[in-house]
C-alpha cells in the first residue's frame, strides 16, 4: 500500500476502524494480520478483531480465534478465550465453529440446541436460560429455516419448538424430522401453551420426547434438557463405536 492513493485509503479505513465500524476494523485486522501495511502487527490485528466481536461480528470471532489458535504460546486462559469466540459464533448461527467446538471442546460444550418460536419475547427467553446454563443456541422464528439444519445433517443435540405457529406447527415440524428426514436421533421437545390432548397424542405419535407448558419455571426446563441431551450424546457415541 505504496501509492498516495492506498494511503489515503489506509487512513480513511484506520478512521472508520476507530470509530468502531465493524467492517473497518475487521477489514484493518486482516490487513495487520497479513503484513500488509506498514508497521503491520498482530497486536493491532487482536486489537482490531477484539473491538469487532464486541461489536457482534461472529465473523471476526472466528479469525480471532484462528489467529489465537497459531500462536505457539498456547495456555489453559488461551484456550478458554478460544472456545469463547467458537462458542459465540456458534450462538450467532455459524455452524462451523459448532462442529469445531464439538470435536476440539467434546467435554467443555454442553451441546448445540435448536430454538424455534415466532414470538420473540418467549424465543429470545428460552435462549437466554439455555444460554446461561453453557448450551450453544440457534434461534428461529421460521421452523423451515430450522429444519435446514436437519436437512443439511448439521449437529444438533436437541430441538426445542414452540406448537402454535402459523406456518408450519410444531407437532408437523416434528413429523417432518422423523418421517421426511428420518431423523429419529435428534430429541425433540414441545412448548405449548394449552395441553391439547389431540395434538399431544399427534406428538407422540412422531415421537415427541418433551412436551411443556408455557409459561415453564426454568429449572424444570433445564433438568428436561440436559436428560434429553444427554440421551443424544450417548445415541450418537452407540452410533460412533
Not at 8 to 19: F, P, R, V, W
Not at 181 to 196: A, E, G, K, N
Not at 205 to 211: D, S
Request: hydrophobic letters at 45%.
Amino acid at each position: 500500500m505504496g501509492s498516495k492513493g492506498s494511503e489515503t485509503s489506509l487512513k480513511e479505513l484506520e478512521a472508520a476502524a476507530e470509530a468502531g465500524e465493524g467492517n473497518a476494523l475487521q477489514a484493518l485486522a486482516m490487513l495487520h494480520e497479513l503484513g500488509l501495511v506498514p508497521h503491520a502487527s498482530t497486536a493491532t490485528a487482536v486489537l482490531c478483531y477484539t473491538k469487532a466481536v464486541r461489536a457482534g461480528s461472529a465473523e471476526a470471532a472466528i479469525a480471532l480465534a484462528h489467529l489465537q489458535e497459531r500462536n505457539p504460546n498456547q495456555n489453559p486462559q488461551r484456550q478458554k478465550v478460544i472456545e469463547g469466540l467458537y462458542q459465540f459464533a456458534a450462538a450467532k448461527g455459524f455452524h462451523s465453529a459448532a462442529l469445531r467446538l464439538q470435536q476440539t471442546y467434546p467435554k467443555q460444550a454442553k451441546g448445540m440446541v435448536i430454538v424455534v418460536d415466532p414470538t420473540d419475547a418467549s424465543r429470545l427467553k428460552t435462549k437466554s436460560i439455555l444460554e446461561a446454563a453453557g448450551y450453544m443456541v440457534q434461534d428461529f422464528f421460521d421452523p423451515y429455516k430450522a429444519l435446514r439444519l436437519v436437512e443439511n445433517d448439521e449437529p444438533i443435540d436437541l430441538i426445542i419448538s414452540d406448537v402454535q405457529m402459523k406456518v408450519l406447527d410444531g407437532v408437523e415440524m416434528l413429523q417432518l424430522i422423523r418421517q421426511r428426514y428420518l431423523r429419529t436421533d435428534i430429541p425433540v421437545m414441545l412448548l405449548s401453551q394449552s395441553s391439547s390432548v389431540e395434538a399431544l397424542k399427534r406428538a407422540k405419535t412422531y415421537g415427541v420426547q418433551a412436551w411443556v407448558i408455557k409459561p415453564y419455571d426454568a429449572d424444570a426446563l433445564l433438568q428436561s434438557v440436559q436428560k434429553l441431551v444427554a440421551s443424544a450424546s450417548k445415541t450418537a457415541a452407540k452410533k460412533a463405536s
